[in-house]
């Protein structure tokens, strides 16, 4: 069990990260490095779908990895859409914690309820940038 890595359309500008229940941070280095070496794939600016409804237990530390991990995304990474985190409000919390503490998070991570919601704010939200 742990992460995998996709790319969730056709035009490669969009990565999706499916959480299992599950996971290590060992797992989610590895997940970021694969975002990493994927994107390095292409030249234009490519998004995330980072999907944690099946989540169970979050590990511990989670705030000093969640900040580690974005601090690792790639230049070209644009925008984040985090679903399932009603299951998870320590996810929440820590989303809210990281926007506060880095105001330019604030419009680059948010919340979707669903995959059809995340992929469709994604692209409102790059069409809105170019």
Do not use: C
């Not at 290590?24 to 999907?51: F, N």
């Not at 230049?75 to 009603?86: E, K, V, Y």
């Not at 992929?119 to 809105?128: D, I, M, P, Q």
């Amino acid at each position: 069990m742990g992460i995998t890595v996709t790319w969730d359309d056709e035009e490669q500008t969009m990565l999706y990260l499916h959480f299992e229940p599950e996971w290590m941070w060992d797992t989610y280095y590895t997940a970021i490095r694969q975002v990493e070496t994927l994107a390095g794939t292409v030249t234009h600016e490519v998004d995330l779908i980072v999907d944690v409804r099946d989540v169970g237990r979050v590990p511990g530390d989670y705030i000093l990895h969640a900040r580690r991990g974005l601090s690792l995304l790639p230049d070209n990474f644009g925008r984040a859409a985090l679903i399932g985190t009603g299951a998870q409000p320590l996810l929440s919390v820590t989303v809210d914690l990281l926007q506060r503490a880095f105001p330019v998070w604030k419009d680059r991570l948010f919340f979707a309820e669903s995959l059809p919601e995340a992929r469709a704010e994604l692209a409102r939200r790059r069409g809105s940038s170019e």
